[in-house]
């Protein structure tokens, strides 16, 4: 391209923020004003199964889109992602990684919405904002998972309470102050006891948040002459509802975060 007198504004005023290597990248993505989003398209509470799963499904389209997001992570409005330590994804331009991740996420919820709400329409462009945060090893990228899960648990068992108040007849305020200041066992006794809930039994994309990944599946692809079959592991785009604390599905699992 042939410079002109005012290329200095590009060449002196853009200033490319890289992000540093051997970093674990997060771009955590939160719908704005979902609270009033929620309402004005009649979202079930606390949880429109609908509005996870459309959420699910844009988590799927991102990791179909940029491989080099490994996991992925969601509960109501917001989704984690997370790239390989390694990537080399516009050179680790992180106002290019941010952009496109938001935009591509958001693009795909509007396009995907008829699919989860065949009976409504959009009254609102949906939006998101968006943040980057590196993590620079294997415990703190994990560390950052699971706290996303026990806020995950921590809102979802306050939320389940706060609904059945509420849908029991008492007014938003007075939910809030039933509990005030109850601890988790509490809010489990209240479940229990006034609404027959086992909190437990709730559905797992509720009390888990969901969970997008490649996972390694074995296929059968033919047999050979003596009719044995021919086995190849094939990596294949999941959706769990599933524990991320613990050690267990990351010993299962252990090509997803290396
Ligand atoms: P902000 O713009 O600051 O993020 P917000 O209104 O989006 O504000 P959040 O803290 O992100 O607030 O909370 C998201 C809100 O969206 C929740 O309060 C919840 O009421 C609603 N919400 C999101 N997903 C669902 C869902 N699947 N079912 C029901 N409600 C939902
Ligand atoms: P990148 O992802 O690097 O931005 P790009 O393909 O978007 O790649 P740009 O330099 O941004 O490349 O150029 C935008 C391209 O989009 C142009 O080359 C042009 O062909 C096409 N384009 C954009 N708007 C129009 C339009 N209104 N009419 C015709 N073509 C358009
Ligand atoms: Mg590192
Ligand atoms: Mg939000
Ligand atoms: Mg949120
Ligand atoms: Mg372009």
Request: hydrophobic letters at 35%; a neutral charge.
């Amino acid at each position: 391209m042939a410079n002109s007198e005012y290329e200095y504004v590009k060449r002196e005023f853009e200033l490319d923020s890289l992000l540093p290597p051997s970093n674990w990248i997060v771009v955590r993505i939160d719908g704005c004003h979902f609270h009033r989003f929620s309402k004005i398209h009649t979202f079930e509470k606390p949880n429109d199964e609908r509005a996870l799963r459309l959420m699910n499904a844009c988590a799927t389209s991102m990791l179909e889109k940029f491989p080099d997001i490994v996991f992925a992570y969601g509960v109501s409005d917001e989704y984690s992602f997370v790239f390989r330590e390694e990537t080399e994804f516009y050179q680790r331009r992180e106002s290019k990684i941010l952009s496109l991740c938001v935009s591509y996420f958001t693009s795909v919820y509007v396009m995907k919405w008829k699919d989860f709400f065949p009976n409504k329409e959009l009254k609102e462009p949906p939006y998101f904002d968006g943040r980057v945060v590196c993590y620079p090893n294997l415990k703190t990228i994990r560390d950052y998972l699971a706290w996303r899960q026990v806020d995950c648990h921590i809102n979802n068992q306050y939320n389940t309470c706060f609904w059945s108040l509420v849908k029991s007849g008492k007014t938003e305020k007075e939910a809030q102050q039933a509990l005030k200041g109850t601890f988790s066992k509490d809010k489990n006794e209240l479940l229990s006891q006034q609404f027959q809930i086992n909190y437990d039994d709730e559905p797992a994309i509720f009390r888990k948040g969901s969970c997008v990944y490649r996972d390694k599946v074995e296929t059968m692809v033919k047999t050979d002459r003596c009719g044995n079959p021919i086995k190849r592991t094939r990596l294949v785009i999941t959706n769990a509802n599933v524990d991320i604390i613990g050690p267990e599905f990351w010993e299962n699992h252990p090509y997803i975060l290396r």
